[in-house]
C-alpha cells in the first residue's frame, strides 16, 4: 500500500489509520450487507427468521404483507446470503443463514432496538 501524504501533518495516528483503512471493494461488501436490512419489512422478515423457519405463506400472515410482496424481500435476503430456503413437499422453508454475517445483523438489530432475543430466552429455559 502507497504511503498517504496528508496536506496537512496533526500527528503520526492519521496516516497510520490510513494506511489501515479497509479497502473500497471490502467496504462494499459490507455497505450490501446494510443494504439488505436498510428497509423496515425486510429487516422485520429477517429478524422473524433468526428465530423460526417459515413459509411465505406465514410469514406474510406475520407481515400483514401479500404473499408476492414477502416473496420479492426474500429473494433480496437470499440473494445477499442472509436467509436460506429448504423444499419440503410442496412448501419452501425459509430461515436465517448460517453465517457470521447473518449472526452480526441478528445481534446488532437486537441491541439496538433493545429487544431481548427469544433464543436467548429459549437458552435460559433449557437451562
Ligand atoms: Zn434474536
Redesign the pocket.
Known amino acids: 500500500m502507497s504511503k498517504v501524504s496528508l496536506p496537512h501533518h496533526h500527528g503520526d495516528n492519521t496516516e497510520y489509520v490510513i494506511e489501515r483503512m479497509p479497502s473500497y471493494n471490502d467496504c462494499n461488501e459490507v455497505a450490501d450487507m446494510f443494504k439488505q436490512i436498510s428497509d423496515s419489512t425486510r429487516l422485520r422478515i429477517f429478524w422473524l427468521l ?2 423460526c423457519e417459515e413459509c411465505v405463506s406465514n410469514i406474510a400472515a406475520a407481515m400483514e404483507m401479500t404473499d408476492p410482496a414477502v416473496s420479492h424481500h426474500l429473494k433480496l435476503l437470499k440473494k445477499g446470503g442472509l436467509i436460506v430456503s429448504r423444499r419440503e413437499g410442496k412448501e419452501v422453508y425459509y430461515h436465517v443463514a448460517d453465517n457470521e454475517k447473518s449472526e452480526l445483523l ?1 445481534h446488532a438489530c ?1 441491541a439496538m432496538f433493545k429487544i431481548a ?3 436467548e430466552h429459549e437458552h435460559e429455559h433449557n437451562h
Open positions: 433468526c428465530h441478528h437486537e432475543c427469544p433464543c
